[in-house]
Nanobody, 122 residues
Framework: QVQLVESGGGLVQTGGSLKLSCKVSRTLISDKAMGWFRQVPGKQRELVATITSGSGSTNYTEFVRGRFTISRDNAKNTVYLQMNSLKPEDTAVYYC???????????????WGQGAQVTVSS
């Protein structure tokens, strides 16, 4: 069974930084698109960032563009989300996700992590 395990969440002050990691096991991420979502209570899960396999093309929601950076290390089978200039509205549970194919558009993720809490204090 494919497993995605997030780490690196926590509490940080406004303007601070955190780096989330997503270690994947039982499948190789080298040929898969990967991404990060986030969710706050009472709201739908929203897509934060994606990265394709191969060229590593990235995509970000407008709310994090310029502050967050998604990256991947295929040798470590791990995906990262570097979050800078954090704001209280970034507070959420962040989920790592994997698609079956190299791209993510017009498809739902096939696998999900358990989530990591990120809390930004004002």
């Amino acid at each position: 069974q494919v497993q995605l395990v997030e780490s690196g969440g926590g509490l940080v002050q406004t303007g601070g930084s955190l780096k989330l990691s997503c270690k994947v096991s039982r499948t190789l991420i080298s040929d898969k698109a990967m991404g990060w979502f986030r969710q706050v209570p009472g709201k739908q899960r929203e897509l934060v960032a994606t990265i394709t396999s191969g060229s590593g093309s990235t995509n970000y929601t407008e709310f994090v563009r310029g502050r967050f950076t998604i990256s991947r290390d295929n040798a470590k089978n791990t995906v990262y989300l570097q979050m800078n200039s954090l704001k209280p509205e970034d507070t959420a549970v962040y989920y790592c996700a994997s698609w079956r194919l190299w791209h993510w558009r017009n498809a739902d993720p096939a696998y999900w992590g358990q989530g990591a809490q990120v809390t930004v204090s004002s």
